[in-house]
């Protein structure tokens, strides 16, 4: 089976950087997807890593590190905006379709 | 380009009731995933589907089913509807649904079983 590990809520000031943790334990790794949800709304992609290391895109960066079965998730300049919840999902297995953490409620406060 | 489109919006049935829900891929996607997401916690997979096939299916009871139409559309069925079943139904749409393949996902069904 797999088990996705991501903190239930956390909360920040708006302007500064936090890092959302995500653990995992699966077989089969292929690849590691971060989404955004805002609450009543779907999920919306932010990115997806399948190599160890730093991909960043413009606010928002996310760390893979295979061997350790982590990955975190970077926001710089918080915006009140950026109150959402955070999806970790890993994709494995033939199929590859992505198990989704519980996600992380991230409150932005002023 | 329209994005992937769910119908519909909201629905409310009583148990013992069944429901079809339906999902309209983004242009040019040919696979669809279902995920039922109940508050609180992450979408779970119900099924994928690629060029009408079944591709995978997730843990769930048989009273859950689907398919995909030749136009890539796709519906979700479900039977003899219990309490628990109330949740928020997302589709997903992907190119081809493996690899790289990012996943978009519609703005989901609302079902609540009374």
């Known amino acids: 089976g797999q088990n996705i590990d991501q903190p239930t809520e956390m909360t920040a000031t708006e302007g500064a950087i936090v890092q959302i943790n995500c653990t995992y334990q699966t077989s089969g790794f292929n690849g590691l997807f971060w989404y955004q949800q805002h609450a009543g709304e779907a999920p919306t992609f932010l990115s997806y890593n399948v190599l160890d290391g730093l991909e960043e895109k413009g606010r928002f960066s996310s760390f893979l590190s295979r061997s350790k079965g982590y990955s975190y998730l970077l926001l710089k300049e918080l915006q009140m905006k950026d109150s959402a919840s955070y999806l970790c999902a890993v994709s494995t297995g033939g199929s590859y379709i992505p198990t989704f953490g519980r996600g992380t409620s991230l409150i932005v406060h002023p | 380009d329209a994005g992937v489109t769910q119908s519909p919006t909201h629905l409310i049935k009583t148990r013992g009731q069944h429901v079809t829900l339906r999902c309209s891929p983004i242009s040019g996607h040919k696979s669809v995933s279902w995920y039922q997401q109940v508050l609180g916690q992450g979408p779970q997979f119900i099924f994928q589907y690629y060029e009408k096939e079944e591709r995978g299916r997730g843990n769930f009871p048989d009273r859950f089913s689907a398919r995909q139409f030749p136009n890539y559309s796709s519906e979700l069925n479900v039977n003899a509807l219990l309490l628990g079943d109330s949740a928020l139904y997302l589709c997903?749409?992907?190119?081809?649904?493996?690899?790289?393949?990012?996943?978009?996902f519609g703005p989901g069904t609302r079902l609540t079983v009374l």
């Open positions: 997903a749409s992907s190119l081809v649904g493996v690899g790289t393949d990012t996943q978009y």
